[in-house]
């Protein structure tokens, strides 16, 4: 999916991640203030192991859903990276983790990657997600409260129209 460019914004294009995405990923990482990467994960920058970097990137698609943006005009750079990662002893529901490059942030990218992973959720019988979040991160909090209610249509749309779906 491509996002066209405006005054605001440059063509980003969303596209499920890939396993080699690593050093992308890691410089994309290296990029975000420690603020972004708090509420990310909750801790200080994480040094990435080669097996968490193969969690994140080698996924399947159907238990772990990952999306990355990347600029039109520089694909190799990840702006953006959004994930749900079914529970196990409870797979309809699945947590979910985004995080946006800070000089995009608040210009709907997040919006965005939440509505394409909310929709994919749907398509793969996730029905609810879940989130960690600071209290104080209303940003986080507006765009699960956004990610719920695609996910509620599109769950929506699939009951009244299966073949169509
Ligand atoms: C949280 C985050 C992913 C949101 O992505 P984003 O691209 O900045 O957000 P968007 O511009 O798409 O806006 C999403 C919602 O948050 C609101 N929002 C965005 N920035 C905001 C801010 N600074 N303060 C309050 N609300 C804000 C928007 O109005 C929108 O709400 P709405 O849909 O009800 O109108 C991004 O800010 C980020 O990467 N933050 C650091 C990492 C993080 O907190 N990740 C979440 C942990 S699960």
């Known amino acids: 999916?491509?996002?066209?460019?405006?005054a605001q914004l440059p063509e980003i294009v969303l596209?499920?991640?890939?396993?080699?995405?690593?050093?992308?990923?890691?410089a994309g990482l290296g990029r975000l203030?420690?603020?972004?990467?708090?509420?990310?994960?909750?801790?200080p920058k994480p040094r990435l192991s080669r097996s968490e970097l193969a969690y994140l990137t080698e996924i399947d698609g159907h238990d772990h859903h990952a999306l990355v943006a990347?600029?039109?005009?520089?694909p190799g750079v990840i702006v953006a990276v959004g994930r749900w990662?079914?529970?196990?002893?409870?797979?309809?529901?699945?947590?979910?983790?985004?995080?946006?490059?800070?000089?995009?942030?608040?210009r709907g990218v997040g919006r965005r990657l939440g509505?394409?992973?909310?929709?994919?959720?749907?398509?793969?019988?996730?029905?609810?997600f879940i989130a960690t979040m600071l209290p104080s991160n209303t940003a986080a909090q507006r765009?699960?409260?956004?990610?719920?209610?695609?996910?509620?249509?599109a769950r929506a749309r699939r009951a009244a129209s299966p073949a169509a779906a």
């Open 15 to 26: 596209r499920p991640i890939r396993p080699d995405d690593k050093d992308a990923l890691v």
């Open 115 to 128: 509505a394409a992973l909310a929709q994919a959720g749907a398509e793969r019988g996730v029905e609810a």
């Open 143 to 153: 765009l699960m409260a956004g990610m719920a209610r695609d996910l509620a249509c």
């Open 1 to 6: 999916m491509t996002v066209p460019a405006d």
């Open 70 to 74: 990347v600029l039109a005009r520089s």
């Open 85 to 106: 990662v079914r529970e196990a002893d409870a797979p309809q529901r699945a947590e979910v983790a985004v995080v946006v490059a800070d000089d995009l942030q608040g």
């Open 33 to 43: 203030s420690d603020r972004s990467v708090y509420e990310r994960f909750l801790s």
